[in-house]
């Protein structure tokens, strides 16, 4: 980011960075106080010695190691291996719903499931790098498709059930996707996409319509009809495995795609960070549609050999520490949102008997030093954070267990990874200076791809540094600090959200002449949708009309990602080109100074 689009606000926050004799005040006018919490242990960490790891870490010697598996294919890493050790009739997966139903497969069901669905697809006609995308809430069908769409060399790409239609139609649009793998509630929303390119739509309950214009697939008879067996072709490191979409300042989502040497990653840090080991009872609570719950609810997790849990349901604090007793969980990762909504239910904690708890982790948002404190009360454990993006295929910043944490801070890099803080220039610059957080390519899990899109990808890079979008400042210790998004991404709830999308989906309504959307910070979410709305010639503000535009995004681009605040204006402020300016509605909103506005205008 040039300096001089720097918001006003940063711009001041550096120099007085830069300015400031005691590092240890210019943390504190940051909001961050250097607490270190040193934590006795009760467990043995899988990494010990994060300093001494990280000098003698070589890639190349961990990637031919890796390379030493029978087949490459993350599928095999993560699951096939299992069935020829001890590991074959462990439970591999507990899923809980909202009614306390509870389904639990070994590795061996999921095998021999996944295997059943590699079969069908393989009949169908699926080809290496087709893309497959899985529509489904967390049930264990989303697993079973998942491994059989990457056995078969095809890409698997999960979406978020609360898409809807267009937020659908974008991403099955530009992906080309020939297969879907649904259900009867969510297949609607696929019939109201009208996608283009796809083929099959294989739903999960059966419930299969024969005069369809596309091939409705019956997922319960076809897989009765499957072998269970089925030979993964041989797969290399660069293979493409999945593809997720995801939001940044403009225009609609990108595809990032992943190879399956992704996994390497993900279990290195699966291992480092999450610590998980045999005999732990593992809850990621972010949904598959969701990188975090790709990599580490249906790769790494089962790479290590771990019993995961996944909850299908609703957020409800009593459910959730009701699962963490009855399963006896002992590893957790979550996000600071869900964190904080725990907290607001300060005394629920207390009736359950959550000693089984060993380590717990966070990720998506910043976790400040207040859910950690709280973390240590309620469960007598700090939260470890972990930073890392959709692009970025897993964790690369992180606190780990055998290290000091400091409170507010992302941590360290992983081994391996040479994270540092640079200007739009790609230079490098000095402790406690802010700028952008970058890392230096490659790794195993850095995305392959933009989905079709070259010139997007390339945008990532300048002068050999993947730059992230993040703001962020190293300490004299080598630990980094999130201090902002450098463009208008918004974070709600730990969920990205581009304001491009929403725009698009507000305008969409019949009432909407114009609409920008911005980031508006919440003490509960991180942040909430906020919209700012011109009405077309004829339709006054209400509160009617506020409900209906909320409603008509909810159904039109994703239950998630709709303004919960609304206001109506009459101009907004633009460039001399026409583009929305979002950070002078932002700077107005927070009661900041809105820095130049000589090349805004208003109408
Ligand atoms: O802004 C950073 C924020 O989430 C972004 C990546 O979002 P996504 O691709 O959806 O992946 C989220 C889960 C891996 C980052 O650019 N973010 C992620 N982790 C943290 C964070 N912000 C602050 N602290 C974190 N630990």
Redesign the pocket.
């Known amino acids: 980011m040039p300096k001089k689009m720097m918001k006003k606000e940063e711009k001041s926050m550096e120099i007085k960075i830069e300015k400031s004799k005691t590092k240890k005040s210019a943390l504190k006018k940051l909001g961050m106080e250097e607490e270190i919490l040193k934590k006795k242990l009760f467990f043995e960490p899988n990494l010990k010695d994060y300093e001494k790891t990280r000098k003698i870490f070589s890639w190349k010697k961990t990637i031919k190691e890796f390379s030493k598996h029978e087949n490459l294919n993350a599928a095999y890493i993560a699951l096939d291996k299992h069935i020829k050790t001890w590991r074959k009739n462990k439970i591999a997966l507990i899923v809980e719903d909202e009614n306390e139903k509870i389904e639990k497969l070994s590795f061996l069901d999921l095998y021999r499931l996944s295997n059943r669905f590699a079969n069908l697809l393989k009949d169908l006609g699926i080809k290496r790098k087709d893309r497959c995308f899985i529509f489904l809430p967390r049930v264990p069908e989303v697993y079973i498709a998942f491994y059989g769409i990457i056995k078969n060399l095809g890409i698997a790409g999960n979406i978020f059930a609360a898409f809807g239609s267009q937020g659908l139609k974008d991403r099955l649009d530009d992906s080309e996707a020939r297969f879907i793998v649904t259900n009867g509630e969510l297949k609607k929303r696929i019939y109201e996409a009208e996608p283009k390119n796809i083929e099959y739509i294989i739903d999960i309950d059966g419930d299969v319509n024969k005069e369809s214009k596309y091939h409705e697939i019956n997922y319960k008879e076809e897989m009765k009809t499957k072998s269970s067996y089925f030979e993964i072709p041989k797969t290399s490191l660069e293979d493409y495995c999945f593809m997720l979409y995801?939001s940044g300042t403009t225009g609609k989502p990108k595809g990032v795609v992943h190879a399956h040497e992704a996994l390497l990653v993900g279990m290195l840090t699966a291992d480092w960070v999450l610590d998980l080991k045999d005999e732990d009872i593992y809850w990621c609570t972010?949904d598959h549609g969701?990188?975090?719950g790709t990599m580490y609810g249906i790769l790494a997790n089962f790479a290590l050999g771990a019993t995961s849990i996944i909850y299908n349901g609703r957020f409800n604090a009593e459910k959730w520490y009701s699962i963490i007793e009855k399963h006896r969980v002992s590893v957790w990762y979550t996000a600071p949102t869900a964190i904080r909504m725990l907290e607001k239910e300060e005394e629920i904690y207390k009736k359950y008997d959550l000693s089984s708890l060993r380590h717990l982790c966070?990720?998506?948002?910043?976790?400040n030093p207040e859910p950690i404190k709280w973390g240590l009360k309620a469960f007598g454990l700090p939260f470890h954070?972990?930073?890392?993006?959709?692009?970025?295929g897993g964790?690369l910043?992180a606190n780990y267990p055998c290290m000091p944490i400091k409170l507010g801070s992302?941590g360290k890099p992983i081994p391996g990874i040479k994270a540092d803080i640079v200007d739009d220039k790609g230079n490098v610059l000095k402790e406690y200076q802010l700028g952008n957080l970058a890392i230096k390519p490659s790794w195993p899990s850095m995305m392959r791809e933009i989905w079709k899109n070259e010139e997007k990808y390339k945008s990532y890079f300048v002068k050999g540094w993947y730059i992230?979008?993040?703001l962020a400042y190293k300490d004299k210790d080598g630990y980094f600090w999130?201090v902002g998004?450098a463009d208008d991404?918004i974070?709600t709830s730990?969920?990205?959200v581009g304001p491009f999308e929403v725009e698009s989906a507000l305008v969409a309504h019949e009432a909407v002449a114009e609409a920008a959307v911005i980031g508006k910070p919440d003490p509960l979410r991180g942040e909430i949708i906020k919209a700012f709305l011109i009405l077309k010639k004829g339709y006054n503000p209400s509160k009617e009309l506020e409900e209906d535009i909320k409603q008509f995004v909810k159904n039109k681009l994703a239950g998630h990602a709709y303004p919960r605040e609304i206001e109506f204006v009459n101009s907004l402020p633009k460039t001399r080109s026409g583009k929305i300016a979002r950070r002078v509605l932002k700077a107005r909103e927070l009661g900041l100074d809105v820095g130049d506005i000589s090349t805004i205008e208003e109408y």
């Open positions: 995801t972010a969701w990188v975090t966070s990720v998506g948002e910043p976790l954070d972990t930073w890392w993006q959709t692009e970025t964790i910043i992302m992230t979008g993040d999130f998004r991404v974070k730990g969920e990205r």
